[in-house]
């Protein structure tokens, strides 16, 4: 039998290192993840890639050149910010004649009802529109603030206007509000003689079948029955005629008289901030401060 005994030191087998990184035998790290953001493979950043495909899918699903303030209230803030990113805004004196040249199409095919001026504020140029139910102040930043129905029409109007993707329509000369007495009394009416016309004929129509059925005898109730449910259909389309044309009477003369108030008054309304073409609003002046300090 071998003696392991008189075995030397040195001929003894190495003892393991508890841990192999102590003595550097070790040289494997662990893998770098990356910071968030960093630039993937292809060198795009992750963050960017999803930026990307939410403006995709905020395009697809809302309509753009008919956007409103009722698309405005659907949408998120993240869609918000995909759709309108800060880098591609159309901002400075150039978004002022985009807005100017929108809002005057807007006036004049009565989308949005409002005087336009402009303004200085600061010894720079804005845009007011104002009614008498609001008013709305553009800065150049495409800042819009505002009251009441006049600011909820303008807020897309220039979000759209910013969008370098949006094409302006040229407005037409005469873009002004109209003369209160070159408004009609209502629209519509080719429309409402072609719905007279076929009220008409179910009258006849129900009515000769009645005297049908009273004069021969018929032997059946189908013919006084369909000739009575003539009759009512025609009456019903008569009635929906009367009552669009009174509508329309009350909306043209709700128009002529808010055009009246327009042009009748001397001066504009109190609520709006604007002295001798010059923005007084100070609570805004103090809100500037404010965000520049």
């Known amino acids: 039998m071998e003696d392991t005994s ?33 630039p993937d493979a292809d060198g795009t950043r992750a963050d960017e890639t999803d930026i990307e495909a939410l403006r995709e899918r905020v395009e697809s699903e809302y309509d753009f050149d008919d956007f409103g303030p009722s698309d405005m209230a659907q949408m998120s803030a993240e869609e918000w ?50 009614s008498d139910e609001g008013y709305a ?44 007495d070159s408004v009609p009394e209502g629209s519509g009416e080719f429309g409402n003689l072609v719905v007279q016309a076929v009220a008409a004929v179910q009258v006849l129509a129900g009515a000769a079948l009645l005297v049908a059925s009273a004069v021969a005898d018929l032997g059946t109730i189908v013919a006084p029955a369909m000739g009575a449910v003539f009759l009512l259909i025609g009456l019903f389309l008569f009635a929906m005629v009367a009552n669009a044309r009174l509508s329309d009477r ?13 042009r009748e008054a001397k001066e ?3 609520f709006v901030p604007v002295e001798d073409g010059v923005v007084t609003d100070e609570d805004a002046d103090a809100t500037e401060r404010d965000r520049e300090n």
Do not use: N, Q
Not at 90 to 99: A, M, N, Y
Not at 250 to 255: A, K, Q
């Open 137 to 180: 102040i553009i800065r150049p930043t495409g800042e819009v603030r505002g009251e009441g129905t006049v600011l909820r029409d303008i807020e897309p109007v220039v979000a759209l206007a910013a969008m370098e993707s949006y094409e302006v329509p040229e407005p037409p000369e005469d873009w002004s509000l109209p003369h209160p």
């Open 81 to 130: 910010d995909a759709a309108f990113d800060p880098d591609t805004w159309i901002t400075g004196d150039r978004l002022l004649d985009r807005v100017d040249a929108e809002l005057k199409s807007r006036i004049a095919t009565r989308d949005v009802f409002g005087v336009l001026e402009r303004v200085r504020e600061d010894g720079e140029e804005r845009i007011l529109v104002y």
């Open 250 to 262: 009350f909306r043209s003369e709700e128009y002529r008289d808010r055009l009246r108030a327009l």
């Open 6 to 38: 008189t075995r030397s030191e040195s001929e003894s087998p190495p003892e393991e290192s508890p841990d192999p990184a102590a003595d550097g035998s070790d040289d494997r790290t662990a893998p770098d993840d990356g910071e968030p953001g960093a």
């Open 268 to 270: 504009r309304p109190g």
